[in-house]
């Protein structure tokens, strides 16, 4: 499930009259941590603008966010999931808040409701409220290192290198043995570990 924090940032900005003003733009990312959320906005940001702070990061409570690539704003809409208990039968509501890309507020209240269509629950639009966020970052996975470097880092250690050794002494002479490996995390290695015993060996080898 997506947690969503929002990052403030403070910098100056010029205006179209040619005058620089501070300005502190809020930017939402869908992160694993705050740290993450603020180190995400930093790499946005820079290249555009070299001069800024971070204000402050903080978990929001959105749950959701219905897109719509032609919006150019978002609108933070606090709906009400309305069910009733079994028991009592009394009706609960649930607040749950959900951020709408869309151009207007009539926009925002058409993209909501075309969002929630599939919803089985009932529920009531309690507040529609645009938001001064300029920017959302989708979660962005961290880049997998690849094979060969997992291959070499872990090579590197010496207690694998005690086991490729105690492996290799353990193969007879005259044979040739191949087989497959995985890290310890379940990582598998793709290249095969093949011991050849099959030859003589020559003492200039």
Do not use: H
Request: proline residues 3%; hydrophobic residues 40%; charged residues 30%.
């Amino acid at each position: 499930m997506a947690q969503w924090i929002e990052v403030k940032v403070r910098y100056e900005k010029m205006t179209e009259s040619g005058k620089s003003v501070k300005v502190t733009d809020p930017y939402l990312v869908d992160a694993l941590s705050c740290t993450e959320a603020e180190a995400r906005v930093v790499e946005e940001i820079t290249p555009m603008c070299n001069d800024f702070n971070v204000l402050s990061v903080n978990k929001t409570k959105i749950s959701e966010i219905f897109w719509d690539a032609s919006g150019d704003r978002f609108y933070k809409v606090k709906v009400n999931i309305i069910t009733i208990d079994e028991k009592t039968a009394v009706e609960k509501k649930s607040a749950s808040y959900i951020l709408v890309q869309a151009s207007s507020f009539a926009e925002a209240l058409d993209n909501f409701n075309q969002g929630m269509k599939d919803t089985m629950a009932d529920y009531e639009i309690e507040a529609i409220t645009e938001t001064k966020i300029v920017e959302v970052y989708r979660y962005q996975a961290p880049a997998k290192e690849p094979a060969t470097d997992i291959v070499k880092k872990v090579a590197a250690g010496k207690g694998v290198r005690r086991a490729a050794k105690k492996f290799f002494d353990a193969v007879p002479a005259g044979t040739k043995v191949s087989v497959s490996a995985q890290l310890s995390d379940g990582t598998r290695i793709p290249e095969k570990i093949v011991v050849d015993k099959s030859r003589p060996r020559n003492d200039d080898d």
